[in-house]
């Protein structure tokens, strides 16, 4: 290498680059854990109770997965994904929702010879190339529960009635849920066929967007929030009142059992879920307060038909999945707190370099006693070690000094009493779990 050259590298080797989160993607800090963790012990304990089974699916998939499934035309699709191609020519995306995964699993695994239904639910990140906000990120993270395999109404009850325990598991009750049923291969075409018509005879007062739609999607110009489509759509054919007898049966019998649960609903006619493979019921469940402004937390529906356009054979499922950034951000916004997490109640203060090895089985000892320790090894100064065990308010203080690593003892001292007192390495576990008794019985007497 020549001098300049060598120069060259030297100085770029000093030159200090930092590195940021990219645009949409965030880091969820320490701090921030104890709401997330709350989200997921709720999930953990309402998916056990309704005896659902975790899967966990690849990131990545197909491109042509969430293609034939959520759809084409659709915006996560067209829009949204994050699509590239492998080394080996592949074209695959990070999954931009959880439901299409599930169901290729499904087929993939042979689970139609498992008694029916098959529920399971998933945890985890989702990717979405969307413009990023409040509440909107390109990565965010879903939990889903899908149930595959029934027919009967009951299910979507029960699938609404699960997303709603979740939530006010985690403190969350004030929710909005609407709901719809946006018909089956059956009765579908004839009212797509009514919406078309009406729509096309008013298409100079749609958006430009929703004009496309009319060819694409005409449903989702029922979803539009621009000004002037809502108020075409005010006055649109709503697809509850063109629904075969069986659709009309099974949301008849899906609100007698909502109303049974005494679960608070409204009908939204114009909620129709924007994905392809929806069929009958759809749902919503949204933010109420006013504070956080409104918010989706989490949506679902039925799919009969996607079982079956993925190889496998024809069986209905409903399911739903919800968005744990959103919840964490409606918990902040009602003082709901996270999991409580405990304090450490002890803290191993060492001075010496003996002592600090020496220090390192004790930690261990009385980790696996199912202690708590909080120490701060890289400290060799006792009298900051014990500035920060003060601050931390823990109960007991152990100090190995010079002499104490030498005469295989440690002082415990009692920060609440006052006094210490010298045991013996061996006896320290023993004793500690005796003091923190002790001081446990004097706290609930007080
Ligand atoms: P969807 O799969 O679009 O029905 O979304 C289900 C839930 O996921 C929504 O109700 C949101 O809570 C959440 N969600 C969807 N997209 C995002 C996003 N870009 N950022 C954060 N949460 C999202």
Redesign the pocket.
């Known amino acids: 290498m020549g001098k300049t050259e060598q120069n060259k590298t030297e100085n770029s080797n000093k030159k200090k680059v930092k590195f940021q989160t990219i645009r949409g993607m965030r880091d969820i800090l320490p701090i921030d854990q104890p709401y997330w963790d709350k989200i997921r012990k709720a999930v953990d304990k309402i998916a056990f109770d309704y005896n659902y089974g975790r899967i966990d699916m690849p990131m990545v998939e197909p491109v042509s997965l969430f293609e034939r499934t959520t759809g084409k035309d659709t915006d ?1 699709v067209e829009k949204e994904m994050y699509k590239f191609e492998t080394q080996g020519k592949e074209k695959v995306s990070l999954r931009p ?1 959880g439901t299409p995964s599930v169901v290729r699993a499904y087929v993939e695994h042979g689970m139609k010879t498992k008694p029916s239904p098959v529920k399971l639910f998933y945890i985890g990140p ?1 990717f ?1 190339y ?1 413009r990023p906000q409040k ?4 990565q ?1 993270f ?1 939990f889903g529960f899908e149930a595959i395999g029934e027919q009967d109404p009951i299910l979507d009850a029960q699938i609404i009635q699960t997303a709603l325990r979740i939530f006010n598991a985690i403190g969350i009750n004030k929710i909005d849920l609407q709901v719809n049923s946006i018909g089956c291969n059956e009765c579908r075409p004839n009212y797509n066929k009514l919406l078309v018509s009406y729509l096309k005879n008013r298409k100079q007062s749609l958006c430009m967007n929703c004009r496309n739609r009319l060819k694409t999607n005409p449903l989702r110009v029922l979803d539009c929030k621009e000004e002037k489509c809502t108020q075409v759509i005010a006055q649109a054919p709503q697809s509850v009142d063109h629904l075969c007898p069986d659709c009309k049966k099974h949301f008849t019998y899906l609100l007698e059992c909502l109303d049974e649960l005494k679960i608070i609903y409204s009908i939204n006619p114009h909620l129709v ?3 392809d493979y929806y069929t009958k019921t759809v749902f ?2 949204w933010s109420q307060d006013d504070k956080e402004g409104r ?6 529906g039925r799919y009969d038909y996607l079982i079956e356009k993925l190889g496998g054979r024809k069986t209905p499922a409903v399911g739903f ?3 744990m ?3 964490v951000e409606v918990m902040k916004d009602r003082g709901i707190k996270g999991t409580k997490i405990s304090k450490p109640k002890v803290f191993l203060a060492q001075l010496g370099d003996l002592a600090k090895m020496k220090s390192l089985s004790i930690f261990q000892g009385l980790e696996k006693a199912g202690i708590t320790v909080a120490e701060s090894f890289g400290r060799g100064n006792l009298k900051a070690q014990l500035k920060k065990a003060d601050q931390l308010g823990v109960d007991l203080v152990l100090i190995m000094g010079q002499r104490e690593s030498l005469d295989e003892t440690v002082i415990i001292k009692d920060m609440i009493g006052g006094n210490q007192e010298v045991v013996i390495l061996d006896k320290v576990v023993v004793e500690v779990k005796k003091k923190l008794d002790k001081i446990k019985k004097e706290v609930r007497i007080k």
């Open positions: 996560i929702e989702m979405r969307d509440g909107r990120y390109r965010f879903q879920r924007g994905l919503e469940l918010a989706s937390l989490g949506g679902g999945a919800a968005g950034d959103r919840l």
